[in-house]
């Protein structure tokens, strides 16, 4: 699994301030406790230089530093009942003073030993919904929300088989596919359509659920995608904001890319198409890309290097039936 480094700054940078936050609390706790009883500022001070003495005295004069450890427990021991009795007397309760972590596992520093702590991993979560929250409707489009009774279920004449039939099996496979979603295992996926089938909805719920599984998801047109590559190439405004765009785009564990034919045709995005396919192919990343090009309108508009990997080393779901945007509405 593979984080994607602008979500993961994000969440540190959450967790930063809620750890800066707690520590300003305790600040003002203790200021609050200092003005009104200075004994307690006193017994603090005394506690820091207590520890920071028994060591330099250790170390200058090869006492035994057991011994001499042993000697500034007892001593602190003292110390913290005197401080728990003066906030008593003060009106505060004995363990004003005594530092909580929200995460008590890292101390809220994000590491659990050398590994991500799960607080950060839950914050990296929450990071990348919102991330994919600007071009989606999250909270709209799930799994559970998709209604096959917008598809027709009359059988076709040539198949036999009703578009609401296709369409089960297509759902049951979109679902699976994000369940059961590996970086290593899992297949790339061309899902091919006319307009309103359904191919944005269902790319959208395996988008949300397999980032709710912790792994890193870029969603974006092509349009969009397209334009990152432009940005980067001819230098349009920040230049390592656009270089890191277009990492993100070739780097992250899954990418889905929305609307493929719908961006506006050059040499140029040919070959930024060409490269950002070849690139997920070359490394192993895992890639969704939703069109409602024809596949013969797929060899007429791209190279034959583009639909070669396209047809060739993804897997083709077809979306069928009529758009189900317009039977909703009766036409």
Excluded at 49 to 76: K, Q, W, Y
Excluded at 95 to 106: N, W
Excluded at 244 to 265: H, K, N, Q
Aim: glycine residues 8%; hydrophobic residues 35%; negative net charge.
């Amino acid at each position: 699994m593979s984080l994607d480094g602008k979500i993961l700054r994000r969440a540190k940078e959450r967790l930063d301030r809620r750890r800066a936050a707690n520590e300003d609390m305790y600040a003002r706790r203790r200021e609050e406790v200092y003005a009104k009883n200075p004994r307690v500022r006193d017994i603090d001070r005394r506690l820091r230089e207590t520890m920071t003495l028994a060591v330099t005295t250790a170390l200058a004069h090869g006492s035994d530093p057991v011994e001499a450890m042993g000697a500034i427990r007892e001593e602190n021991l003292e110390l913290q009942e005197r401080r728990g009795m003066e906030l008593l007397r003060s009106g505060f309760p004995m363990d004003y003073l005594e530092e909580r972590y929200v995460c008590p596992k890292c101390r809220d520093t994000g590491y659990d030993g050398t590994k991500l702590c799960s607080c950060l991993m839950d914050l990296y979560r929450e990071e990348q919904r919102l991330e994919l929250s600007g071009l989606l409707k999250l909270g709209e489009e799930t799994f559970d929300s998709f209604d096959l009774s917008v598809y027709d279920d009359e059988p076709d004449p040539a198949t036999g088989v009703s578009p609401r039939e296709v369409m089960g099996m297509v759902f049951d496979f979109c679902c699976e596919y994000a369940r059961s979603f590996s970086p290593k295992g899992s297949l790339n996926l061309f899902l091919q359509g006319g307009t309103g089938l359904g191919k944005t909805f269902l790319s959208t719920c395996i988008a949300r659920t397999v980032s709710e599984r912790g792994f890193s998801v870029v969603y974006d047109t092509a349009a969009g995608a397209f334009a990152k590559y432009e940005n980067e190439k001819f230098g349009r405004g920040d230049l390592e904001e656009a270089r890191s765009e277009v990492r993100r785009l070739e780097g992250c564990d899954l990418l889905i890319l929305d609307d493929l034919g719908t961006e506006f045709a050059t040499a140029f995005v040919t070959s930024a198409l060409y490269t950002l396919i070849n690139t997920r192919l070359a490394t192993g990343k895992k890639t969704v890309i939703n069109s409602n090009l024809t596949t013969a309108q797929l060899s007429e508009r791209y190279s034959a290097p583009i639909v070669s990997r396209l047809l060739g080393e993804f897997y083709t779901l077809r979306f069928v039936g009529s758009d189900v945007r317009l039977r909703r509405q009766g036409m």
